[in-house]
């Protein structure tokens, strides 16, 4: 089977990117501007919230090993979705929640994943989910931010209980 791509926003793509690639099965993952109206914005554009844009990763993954379904739950574990235009410290329309939907098939998994996720959350969800249209890669200095640069994760950190429940890391002592 094919590599599939799947598109995602949670805030400041430096901390979406980094739990990403932590994920098995996970080929590779870009941060980037999409969602927006301006072709090939840069960062500062996108930051004065003007080009509709949000930070997001493009993921590529392997779905014999990680399914399209595992992870929109990563997605839903790795910061809060009930937050408009932010995340944490992060304020502006380029930190929003939403999915870029590739497909038909990762549009209808996605509302029944926001559906079900909605359940653990005592406010609205807030995560946009849209068609996919273009991603323009960000400058290179945001690409593995933090593997380039020796800093610690200081958002969207995942513990890796969740990836077990997801059935993604074998449960210990296994």
């Known amino acids: 089977m094919a590599f599939q791509t799947a598109t995602f926003g949670a805030g400041c793509f430096w901390g979406v990117e980094w739990v990403f690639r932590r994920?098995?099965?996970?080929?590779?993952?870009?941060?980037?501007?999409?969602?927006?109206?301006?072709e090939n914005p840069s960062y500062e554009q996108v930051c004065t919230d003007t080009t509709g844009h949000a930070e997001v990763v493009q993921v590529t993954f392997d779905p014999e090993q990680v399914?399209?379904?595992?992870?929109?739950?990563?997605?839903?574990?790795?910061?809060?979705?009930?937050?408009?235009?932010?995340?944490?410290?992060?304020i502006g329309h380029q930190y929003r929640s939403i999915?870029?939907?590739?497909?038909?098939?990762?549009?209808?998994?996605?509302?029944?994943?926001?559906?079900?996720?909605?359940?653990?959350?005592d406010r609205p969800?807030?995560?946009?989910?849209?068609?996919?249209?273009?991603?323009?890669?960000?400058?290179?200095?945001?690409?593995r931010y933090y593997?380039?640069?020796?800093?610690?994760?200081?958002?969207?950190?995942l513990p890796v209980g969740v990836l077990r429940e997801l059935g993604l890391v074998p449960a210990r002592g296994a």
């Not at 399914?67 to 992060?90: C, I, K």
């Not at 593997?147 to 950190?157: A, L, M, N």
């Open 23 to 38: 994920v098995p099965g996970v080929i590779d993952v870009v941060s980037g501007y999409s969602g927006g109206f301006v």
């Open 67 to 90: 399914s399209y379904e595992q992870l929109l739950e990563v997605f839903w574990a790795m910061h809060d979705p009930t937050q408009a235009n932010r995340q944490g410290p992060d």
């Open 147 to 157: 593997e380039r640069t020796g800093h610690e994760p200081y958002c969207h950190v």
């Open 125 to 143: 969800i807030a995560t946009e989910i849209t068609d996919f249209v273009a991603v323009y890669p960000a400058e290179g200095y945001h690409q």
């Open 99 to 121: 999915i870029l939907a590739h497909t038909t098939e990762q549009r209808t998994a996605a509302e029944a994943s926001r559906a079900r996720a909605q359940e653990r959350f």
